[in-house]
């Protein structure tokens, strides 16, 4: 969805849309179901607005497939790209890192709905907080019960403590 700067009246605009974005090249589009209330001081664009989306992710730790839901709220601050020389090297300022820009009077929240959506998704996703996983020897879903996977050995990482550990129960005897 584009926006036309000029197209916004004086005393604002509210839009209440559904966008299909592709958070992944691979996957399916999401709906985003968004309001946006977009206010026009001057060549600058304030954006207030909520997204809600239902997403399907894997889990980190069983890597089954869940539904995700997405509720946010954003405020977003648009500035005109001025056109400078190629050769002009531009500084970004401590407060310039909340600015985002259009070109040609126009705004594509398509973008801006993307960036919102995944940022609130997890670095990792899990189905619940008591997801066990998977065994690491066979790969059994531990969600749906214990396998029958014999863990003799020690992991190799743990080995010098459990030398210290029979060190320990020697000198107690």
Known sequence: ??????????????????????????????????????????????????????????????????????????????????NNDETERLETGHRDLDLSFYRNNEIDFTEVMREQVLLTVPLKPLCSSSCRGICPACGKDLNQGPCNCRREGVDPRLAPLQKLRERMNKGKE
Do not use: W
Request: aromatic share 8%; hydrophobic share 35%; net charge negative.
């Open 1 to 82: 969805m584009r926006l036309n700067i000029e197209d916004i009246p004086e005393d604002g605009l509210q839009e209440e849309c559904d966008l299909r974005i592709f958070l992944d090249e691979k996957e399916k589009p999401v709906v985003v179901h968004s309001i946006l209330k977009i206010d026009k001081i001057g060549s600058r664009i304030l954006i207030h607005g909520t997204a809600g989306a239902e997403l399907y992710l894997k889990c980190s730790r069983c890597l089954n497939e869940f539904t995700y839901p997405v509720d946010t709220t954003f405020h977003e601050e648009y500035v005109p790209v001025e």
